[in-house]
């Protein structure tokens, strides 16, 4: 079996699936309806959606991500895989009918193109037909933005909005001086998968210190930790940049001027002015590799804020605070699945670009300016 047959045919799997030389697509595509139709089933498309990943153990994590996102919204799926390491060059296709999960009537389109060698300049022209017209267009690319590829510059242009995958990038400062670089020469909507990961957290924090009696606290910050889950998978190795993303949105939603950063004993230390000390330290779980597991901040006035995930529910954090004087009940948050795909999905759907994650990625090119991650 080839590897575009095993890309097409792994999770999920098709309602039908049939491998087609390029100019057999929109034909095979109406045969396959045509059969469809007689058993109720209904073709559906919301938008365009263009994925390019390099042929990789990851490929399969992407499809889960797309399966994901036809769950909740049926689109138009054009999956394309890249094998820069084949030693022949090729251009192949298949199409596919996937349906929702839990649907019964409704189905969507996957056209997969696999490519190899000198065959990627047909990549292009190849797309391009198979659109829906009238439709948007998002395009998310699975690879570091900081190197360049020769089809991100034509994909892009078709594109209204580009998510982007931090895990793929080297460099997590090449990757945001890259990303902001984009955003301000072409305009495009962008956002990073890692930024919505991060959606409950950001949430969890806003909820706690919006409260008048906890506001002031922010003022007030002496230190804070962030633990995350260090635990290696086959799909992430580059684990501290959700890590990292939280704490540049803090600290430029707080004003705080950076100052330096070290690594020590496996954790990274920075340091800001005003005495402010963060510190980004690892432990490991049974949960997403590189995902928040807990949040400490203390105030210059010893009061303490824990926010931590259970062993329990996973996706829930206990939040505690506590001062010299009191110490207040536990209550919980629900973080939600955002390991899940979810977050992708609401990403594709949320218009513009989020000034927050601009903010975030500036910050990033001071945290990591030694490019520690």
């Known amino acids: 079996m080839t590897s575009l047959e095993?890309?097409?045919?792994?999770?999920?799997?098709?309602?039908?699936?049939?491998?087609?030389?390029p100019d057999e697509i929109e034909s095979k595509l109406l045969k396959i309806w045509e059969d469809l139709a007689k058993v109720n089933k209904m073709r559906a498309s919301l938008f365009n959606l263009i994925v390019f990943n390099k042929l990789s153990k990851r490929t399969d994590y992407f499809r889960t991500i797309v399966q994901k996102i036809i769950d909740r919204f049926p689109c138009r799926v054009l999956f394309i895989s890249h094998d820069p390491d084949s030693s022949k060059e090729y251009l192949k296709t298949a199409v596919s009918v996937i349906a929702p999960e839990g649907q019964s009537t409704i189905a969507c389109d996957t056209i997969d193109i696999g490519v190899a060698g000198p065959e990627w300049k047909r990549v292009f022209s190849l797309v391009l037909p198979h659109l829906i017209p009238d439709l948007p267009v998002n395009l998310l690319w699975a690879e570091d933005p900081s190197q360049n590829h020769p089809l991100f510059e034509s994909l892009a242009n078709l594109s209204q909005r580009i998510i982007f995958d931090s895990e793929s990038a080297d460099s997590l400062y090449d990757f945001s001086n890259?990303?902001?670089?984009?955003?301000?020469?072409?305009?495009?909507?962008?956002?990073?998968?890692?930024?919505a990961r991060l959606e409950g957290w950001r949430d969890l924090l806003v909820s706690t210190f919006e409260a008048k009696e906890h506001m002031a606290d922010l003022q007030n910050i002496e230190e804070i930790k962030i633990v995350y889950n260090a635990k290696e998978t086959e799909f992430f190795c580059h684990l501290k940049i959700q890590s990292m993303y939280l704490l540049a949105y803090l600290s430029s939603r707080l004003g705080w001027n950076f100052k330096k950063a070290k690594a020590k004993k496996g954790a990274f230390h920075f340091s800001f002015e005003n005495k402010i000390?963060?510190?980004?330290?690892?432990?490991?779980?049974?949960?997403?590799?590189?995902?928040?597991?807990?949040?400490?901040?203390k105030t210059k006035d010893e009061k303490c804020y824990s926010m931590a995930r259970t062993q329990q529910a996973k996706h829930q954090a206990t939040i505690q605070i506590a001062s010299q004087e009191y110490c207040d009940l536990p209550y919980r948050?629900?973080?939600?699945?955002?390991?899940?795909?979810?977050?992708?999905?609401?990403?594709?759907?949320?218009?513009?670009?989020?000034?927050?994650?601009?903010?975030?990625?500036h910050q990033l090119l001071l945290l990591d300016k030694k490019k520690l991650c």
Do not use: C, Y
Not at 178 to 195: A, F, H, P, Y
């Open 6 to 21: 095993k890309q097409s045919l792994s999770n999920p799997e098709p309602i039908a699936h049939e491998i087609v030389s």
């Open 178 to 195: 890259t990303v902001l670089s984009m955003k301000e020469k072409k305009g495009l909507e962008i956002t990073d998968l890692n930024w």
């Open 277 to 297: 000390n963060a510190i980004i330290e690892p432990t490991e779980w049974d949960l997403g590799s590189g995902t928040v597991i807990a949040i400490e901040i």
């Open 333 to 361: 948050f629900m973080l939600g699945q955002t390991a899940s795909g979810q977050s992708l999905v609401r990403e594709i759907f949320q218009g513009g670009t989020s000034d927050f994650l601009l903010e975030s990625l």
